[in-house]
């Protein structure tokens, strides 16, 4: 075949695969078979290889895995990614009608909302950037401002189109999306990780999500993800967009859903509509809660937002959440059971948690045995009982609980459950802890005293490997090498070779290569995953982000005395007492000690606390501010040096007051504490 021949088949096989691969996975056309779509990239591939210089980044052979990362690089959205708020009643619904309708009188320009009413994906939201009609940059949400950059995995996924569907594309898109993993390729992971011996998905969300953050995107690939659009973000580099051919000028969010499709974008038609009142749009999520269960995907709800984008405007956005969208979350399904015994758990803090033990029990789509009783003034409140028939109920991913006893179906054989004195794994006895300021004050839960609990030790370790994403190492493998005498603890989990492991039955070498290598690339961690990954009593990742900004550096919090811990706003005295405690521990020194000596590093906090005509001024936000969020008041705030923190106290320097103030601006007059209106807030930190 000649050169120029070669040329026009590579040509033709690209624009039949790219139009298959738009039929099968955005129109789900049936009569595409992934016979003929692999059979003509095989062809493709084989063409590319032999004649390099007609290569083309956009080949659809380019959706293969790419070269392993270190890490993933940190990027800026330029228009936030914001969060939703979520309703879970019809009830709940109208008053948020009723709210925005508020809002919206008050608008010169006032006009009845119409709404559009979508199905919600439970997945990993995603940022995807186009630039003249070519994918340049995927992104995570991460916390709305800053995401990581994981273009590289969701070029794999190929429901996401590397080119823009037709002509003249727009100079820059941005689309938002949620990256999804099918309840039937969970299914075939689990069923894959189970026999690695590896923590299994509780969900696919979770599983989406893990998939997503691989820094190998062979994995990635291997997980057949999937992806709709629903959104083309407002952002101010779109110039020109409005006019470009491909893009019909649109003031409506249906109206965007319909470019999205032509963009060549999967979204989900037949479960969306434009509602012309909120009672259509409650259809929708009646229609959706009926066959849920039995679609491909997991969806928790439906989104419903004012169609209107100039409505959309005038309404903006409070916190985190925009005002003229709201999540509705189906109530959690529940299904009733005869509890047959109630054991007790051991977590990695000692602490002890009941679980009620009963007949495997199907309720929202999965099939459970166990579910949480949290803790004994739950059992009292409750009067849970062995034997009693009870109510249980599961939301999505959130653990199974009992939340109701049927007295009435009661025997008289049912018998009342008493915490054990001594730790049912160990041995040891069991105390109750403080949990105020005054140590008069005992908290709810009983912990196991023994500071070398093996089922401590245990929930430890899974909860270290967990918090530093080392996500090859599953609950099973850490079993099995502690079994093997290659483990004692998290520390020795750096010090593993590769032949340690390949030598295991079931363990190949391939295996073990993933396991090292996954080891290694999380020896650098940032100081506020370190000390979370610690597993201290009450010290969840805020709190670990609020340790690292304040000291910023591992040396300074060891040092540090218990009247400096205590000085940091938001953690209380319990807080600093436990932190205080644990770095006086040798113990946990001597643990520390050892990751260092099997080569863990631990980043220095850059953030430093910023120095300005604000410093060593202490501000409290109340009410919704018109013109900003509270988020970027409070960034201003710090960015001039001073503080916010969430109580009104004598100590407090401002509180900035905003439309419909709480209690906190009752206080801040009782208490003399000076008010800044908007206007006055804003005069402040832009005064120079």
Not at 84 to 94: A, H, I, P, R, T
Not at 162 to 177: A, I, M, S, Y
Not at 211 to 240: H, K
Request: with cysteine.
């Amino acid at each position: 075949m000649e050169k120029s021949e070669i040329k026009k088949r590579i040509e033709a096989l690209r624009l039949q695969i790219e139009d298959l691969r738009y039929r099968y996975h955005v129109l789900d056309d049936p009569r595409v078979t992934d016979d003929v779509y692999d059979s003509l990239t095989r062809e493709l591939r084989e063409l590319e290889e032999k004649n390099p210089e007609f290569h083309d980044p956009l080949s659809p052979t380019n959706r293969v895995a790419g070269k392993p990362l270190d890490k993933f690089l940190k990027v800026r959205h330029d228009v936030r990614m914001l969060s939703l708020n979520d309703v879970f009643s019809k009830d709940e619904l109208e008053a948020w009608e009723n709210r925005i309708k508020k809002v919206l009188s008050a608008s010169p320009d006032a006009v009845e909302p119409v709404y559009f009413a979508e199905i919600k994906f439970d997945g990993l939201a995603v940022s995807l950037i186009y630039k003249k009609g070519v994918l340049v940059r995927g992104a995570t949400r991460g916390d709305g401002f800053i995401g990581e950059d994981i273009t590289q995995n969701l070029k794999t996924i190929k429901s996401i189109p590397l080119k823009l569907r037709g002509e003249n594309p727009p100079e820059f898109l941005e689309v938002r999306g949620e990256a999804i993993m099918t309840k039937k390729v969970l299914e075939q992971l689990n069923r894959k990780q189970e026999k690695e011996g590896k923590q299994l998905f509780a969900n696919t969300r979770n599983a989406a999500a893990g998939s997503l953050r691989q820094l190998d995107s062979a994995l990635t690939a291997e997980r057949s993800l999937d992806f709709f659009a629903y959104d083309i973000a407002d952002n101010p580099n779109s110039l020109g967009l409005i006019n470009n051919h491909s893009f019909n000028p649109t003031n409506t969010h249906s109206g965007l859903h319909e470019n999205l499709r032509k963009f060549g974008f999967k979204t989900f038609p037949q479960y969306e509509m434009v509602a012309k009142d909120l009672k259509q749009a409650e259809e929708l999520i009646r229609r959706v809660e009926k066959i849920r269960q039995s679609l491909p995907f997991g969806t928790d709800g439906v989104v419903v937002s004012v169609d209107q984008i100039a409505l959309q405007k005038v309404l903006g956005v409070v916190g985190k959440a925009p005002r003229y969208m709201v999540a509705y979350k189906y109530p959690a399904e529940k299904a009733t059971t005869i509890i047959k015994d109630i054991k007790v758990n051991v977590g990695r803090t000692g602490v002890l948690t009941p679980l009620a033990v009963f007949e495997p029990t199907l309720v929202a789509g999965s099939t459970i045995s166990k579910a949480t009783l949290h803790n004994m003034d739950q059992i009292e409140r409750l009067d849970v009982r062995i034997g009693d028939t009870v109510v249980i109920q599961k939301a999505g991913d959130v653990i199974p609980e009992v939340v109701e006893v049927l007295p009435k179906m009661r025997s008289g054989k049912e018998k009342k459950f008493k915490m054990p004195k001594t730790c049912p794994v160990c041995g040891h006895l069991v105390e109750k802890r403080e949990a105020g300021s005054k140590k008069s004050e005992v908290s709810v839960a009983y912990y196991c005293t023994n500071p070398k609990c093996p089922a401590k030790n245990r929930r430890f370790m899974q909860h270290f490997v967990s918090v530093l994403e080392i996500y090859e190492i599953g609950p099973k493998i850490l079993d099995r090498f502690q079994e093997e005498g290659l483990i004692s603890d998290a520390a020795d989990i750096f010090a593993l070779k590769k032949e340690d492991i390949q030598g295991l039955e079931r363990f190949g070498e391939k295996s073990a290569e993933n396991i090292i290598t996954s080891i290694n690339q999380h020896r650098q961690v940032s100081l506020p995953r370190f000390i979370y990954s610690l597993g201290i009593l009450h010290v969840g990742e805020q709190t670990a982000e609020d340790l690292a900004a304040h000291f910023g550096s591992l040396e300074k919090l060891q040092a540090a005395s218990l009247d400096e811990v205590n000085q940091i706003e938001n953690i209380g005295p319990v807080v600093s007492r436990s932190v205080y405690e644990y770095f006086k521990d040798k113990e946990n020194n001597r643990f520390i000690g050892n990751l260092f000596k099997n080569g863990v590093k631990v980043l220095k906090q850059a953030q430093k606390q910023a120095v300005g005509k604000l410093t060593g001024k202490t501000f409290v936000i109340t009410g919704t501010l018109d013109t900003m969020s509270r988020d970027e008041a409070k960034s201003q705030i710090k960015r001039l040096g001073g503080k916010v923190t969430e109580s009104v106290t004598k100590q407090t320097g401002y509180v900035v007051v905003g439309k419909e103030p709480g209690s906190k601006y009752e206080k801040a007059k009782k208490l003399g504490v000076n008010l800044l209106f908007e206007k006055d807030f804003k005069e402040l930190i832009n005064g120079q």
